[in-house]
């Protein structure tokens, strides 16, 4: 992990889970690390592991902007981006039923969105001039994103639009000496996941490992590409969107 010493990486949802295992991986790795998050108890769950916490809402422009200006005179520039902010339709103590289609609820979607698809767009659009050429991208999907996941479909829906948009912009990113790719997982140990999937034999990645594959996935020469990590003993590997074979 020596080529991280020194760079810049910006992480959002740092606070727990994913985010705040890559904090903590990144900064033993030597690297400058902002860590994003809405929480206030992610201050202190950031700053104890080394890095920079910065209060952020990632479906609020106003507070990209806020990042986008702090990093810039602070850093000056970005080596590693990782959107990672995520939320499912309920509440991880809510019953299945909360969870199904047919217990919309208007609010709790347009927060769904505003976390899942906009945390990533807007994280995109506001650090992308801070990016420089050879940096590189990594946006948290979910294995939901490329198959179904009747437990909550518009969670599945906002992680197939995830997919979509780093499949679709890789070329552009390319342009600018850019890579992006999507790690798509299946079931974390974090607090997103609804107890009710908590049962007897369910098996769940641990955070620490699926960072370790972030910090893999910054490396890699690959662009638009969608991993995909089912389970702590199998390696990544990327799943082809449909009707295109690798070569």
């Excluded at 609804?194 to 910054?218: D, I, K, N, T, Y």
Aim: some cysteine; proline content about 4%.
């Amino acid at each position: 992990m020596n080529s991280f010493e020194g760079k810049n990486i910006v992480i959002t949802g740092a606070g727990s889970g994913i985010g705040a295992a890559l904090v903590s991986i990144s900064v033993q790795a030597g690297a400058n690390v902002w860590g994003l998050d809405i929480s206030e108890s992610a201050h202190e769950a950031v700053t104890e592991r080394g890095g920079h916490y910065h209060k952020c809402d990632v479906s609020n422009e106003g507070d990209w902007q806020s990042v986008s200006d702090e990093v810039a005179e602070s850093l000056g520039n970005v080596d590693y981006l990782f959107l990672n902010a995520g939320i499912q339709t309920a509440p991880s103590k809510a019953p299945l039923s909360d969870y199904r289609f047919e217990a919309f609820d208007t609010d709790r979607y347009r927060r769904l969105l505003g976390v899942n698809i906009d945390g990533v767009v807007f994280g995109l659009h506001y650090l992308l001039p801070l990016l420089r050429e050879g940096s590189s991208i990594v946006v948290t999907g979910s294995l939901a994103g490329v198959v179904p996941y009747e437990i909550d479909p518009l969670y599945a829906m906002t992680k197939h639009a995830v997919t979509g948009l780093v499949r679709s912009v890789a070329a552009e990113m390319a342009e600018k000496g850019l890579r992006i790719n999507a790690l798509c997982p299946g079931g974390i140990d974090t607090g997103i996941i609804p107890e009710a999937q908590r049962v007897e034999g369910a098996v769940f990645m641990s955070p620490e490992h699926v960072a370790e594959e972030v910090m893999q996935l910054f490396q890699v020469e690959e662009n638009g590409s969608t991993w995909a990590k089912v389970s702590s003993s199998k390696p990544m590997w990327i799943m082809s969107p449909p009707g295109r074979k690798r070569s």
